[in-house]
């Protein structure tokens, strides 16, 4: 009990930091948040320890839970930008985070005839060949007819807008209907005219280093323990056995660590403002150990263009592979060959069976050598354990969906809607695969659950270059890698 209390001080300590972002109350969203700790212990109680909870039921809870909490969280959200043909940009969010608040509907300020006027001049008819302006209730809407390249068009467009109203808009260029690129001017809610005292105080306060380093001491503890049940060892027998989990927690925070510094390091660069790294930390269950959900950083600013999408995806997508590529082989090279239990399990890692996935069954008969053979499993070293949660939360966060890392890329490299195409086939595709194999259904739920476009760029017209394209190509390519089962002829060809 003093371990669920505990739980419950640091889940409302996390919840309440989303409470500027809706109206839902702190209170159901942090018994949502505590729902699966509840229901863990019922069930402890009421089989008084003798029968577990089913993996697959624990792990379907946690996904009905995390899907109900950000549902509660979209449907009180406060009123942001994100009303311009299918969404414009305003605060967008890591593939683990929600996103800040803007600004009230009714804060907004329409522009007069005169403003009106003055606008229409900022649209060069060389440039862009402004035909009509269409209200909406937080943008104004620009339609013409696109005269020279996106890139120079956004760019005078944007530098004529600043020039006469100052930041009070975003300028936002997307693709409209028939490929006719149009540009919105959305409210800027930080603009420096209305900005409120407080507002400014708070965007001037993106980096609490206090909260990033409390969160990151409170996961090297809730890890530590999660290292500990992993080679089965608790608290209760001595305290001297706590460094025994250090191990596990310092591999795994250290990849945690470097793929949340790789998109914090993407946004400083794209100056785009962005909070520090911020760790979640999560008591470890007897049937997933692995004592937090990772580390998330929060975007407080629209991303200026698909450029600047791609890295952000990208970068920490490449820092975390290769860390947990890393991590895995060590582990691999240190762990040992157990026979393979009649029912494995995606996160069994006593015995984790091999053929899951195509890398890990190569990397295994590389370090394991001809120990490993058909009906043997792996019985993970702690530091092999982080190296494949790494690898295998990478993977989820490459999906081509949503603001996943690979929904960004993905929309970075075809644009919006043909992102949000491949996104609806690839969710689809990979339910069919889950029928085949049943470890990857709650994936396959949870990626149902997840909307399938982000937030667009302010210049979301602009295309890539070819080596971003390129590289984009390879992640996605490796990512198949890891996701698909090892096919027979392999398993053949490995002895597996």
């Not at 003093?2 to 702190?26: A, D, K, M, N, S």
């Not at 490299?413 to 086939?425: E, L, W």
Request: aromatic letters at 10%.
């Amino acid at each position: 009990m003093i371990w669920l209390l505990l739980l419950g001080l640091i889940t409302y300590f996390i919840v309440q930091r989303v409470t500027g972002i809706t109206r839902t109350p702190v209170w159901a969203l942090w018994f949502v948040a505590m729902l699966p700790a509840f229901s863990l212990v019922g069930w402890t109680l009421a089989f008084r320890g003798q029968r577990p909870m089913p993996p697959e039921l624990v792990i379907l809870m946690f996904v009905l839970c995390l899907s109900l909490y950000l549902y509660l969280i979209q449907r009180g959200r406060i009123s942001s930008t994100s009303t311009v043909e299918g969404g414009t940009p305003g605060q967008t969010q890591n593939s683990e985070t929600p996103s800040d608040s803007q600004v009230e509907p009714s804060a907004l300020r329409p522009i007069n005839k005169a403003e009106e006027s003055s606008l229409q001049t900022c649209f060069p008819w060389s440039v862009y060949y402004l035909q009509n302006f269409e209200y909406r209730p937080q943008a104004v809407i620009c339609r013409g007819q696109l005269r020279t390249t996106p890139e120079v068009a956004y760019k005078t467009i944007r530098e004529n807008v600043e020039a006469k109203f100052g930041d009070r808009f975003f300028v936002v260029f997307q693709d409209g209907p028939n490929n006719k690129p149009f540009f919105a001017l959305v409210p800027n809610p930080h603009a420096s005219s209305e900005e409120k005292p407080e507002e400014k105080q708070g965007r001037q306060t993106l980096a609490r280093p206090g909260i990033a380093i409390g969160l990151a001491a409170m996961t090297l503890f809730t890890t530590t323990l999660a290292g500990l049940q992993i080679i089965g060892k608790t608290l209760d027998t001595e305290l001297s056995v706590l460094p025994l989990g250090l191990p596990y927690a310092i591999a795994l925070m250290s990849f945690f660590s470097l793929r949340a510094a790789g998109h914090y390091w993407t946004t400083r660069r794209h100056q785009i403002a962005a909070t520090l790294p911020y760790f979640i930390p999560v008591i470890p269950l007897p049937l997933l150990p692995v004592g937090t959900v990772g580390a998330f950083i929060q975007i407080r600013s629209p991303i200026p263009n698909r450029k600047a999408l791609f890295d952000v995806g990208v970068v920490g997508a490449i820092a975390g592979l290769v860390i947990a590529l890393a991590l895995l082989l060590w582990g691999l090279d240190h762990s040992t060959v157990v026979s393979l239990p009649q029912k494995p399990s995606l996160f069994d890692f006593q015995a984790l069976n091999p053929r899951f996935s195509l890398l890990l069954a190569l990397f295994g008969k590389l370090t394991l050598g001809s120990e490993l053979v058909a009906q043997k499993a792996i019985g993970l070293h702690p530091v092999g354990v982080a190296g494949w949660i790494g690898l295998v939360f990478t993977a989820f966060n490459l999906m081509p969906v949503g603001q996943l890392d690979g929904g960004r890329m993905v929309h970075a490299m075809f644009g919006q809607r043909t992102g949000a195409a491949i996104a609806q086939v690839s969710r689809l595709l990979f339910l069919a695969l889950a029928f085949a194999q049943q470890h990857l259904l709650v994936w396959a739920i949870l990626l149902l659950l997840l909307p399938a476009t982000d937030e667009p760029a302010l210049n979301d017209v602009t295309e890539l270059d070819n080596a971003r394209d390129l590289l984009g190509l390879l992640i996605l390519a490796f990512l198949l890698v890891v996701i698909l089962p090892a096919p027979k002829v392999v398993l053949a060809w490995l002895n597996l």
